[in-house]
């Protein structure tokens, strides 16, 4: 067995590995009512599914003697965008009430995620009415 069969087998093993993993992260994405729920399948897939097609590709490009460095700096790309975007899509869910309130830190009451100054300047609008 030759060092290309190999590496072709390689290739075929990873495309194989991002398949599973992206039809994995589709059916949750359909299947799953919550969007906090939801939220997970798609970051998964992101991260190991797309991670799998890239190294396919960074194989291949090594098998055929053209390397090439866009690989890597996609799969940085990702590894850093994709939690933070994933953070600010639950932060959104919190902020519209569409899922459950995450209980407050036990010792700390500064937690701004849910904290409306809007909100907060009506209720002292209003204390300040009733102490009139």
Not at 23 to 40: E, S
Not at 52 to 81: C, K, N, Q, W
Request: hydrophobic share 45%; charged share 20%.
């Amino acid at each position: 067995m030759s060092w290309l069969e190999i590496g072709n087998l390689a290739v075929a093993f990873c495309l194989l590995v991002g398949s599973g993993f992206v039809t994995v992260g589709v059916f949750g994405l359909l299947k799953f009512n919550d969007p906090m729920t939801r939220l997970h399948a798609p970051t998964k897939v992101g991260t190991l599914g797309i991670g799998m097609f890239l190294l396919a590709s960074m194989i291949h490009s090594f098998l055929i003697g053209d390397r090439s460095y866009h690989e890597p700096l996609i799969m940085a790309f990702l590894f850093v965008t994709a939690p933070i975007s994933a953070h600010f899509i639950a932060k959104v869910n919190i902020h519209k009430r569409a899922c459950e309130t995450p209980p407050s830190p036990p010792r700390d009451d500064t937690w701004s995620t849910l904290t409306d100054p809007d909100l907060e300047k009506e209720a002292e609008a209003d204390a300040a009415k009733a102490q009139e």
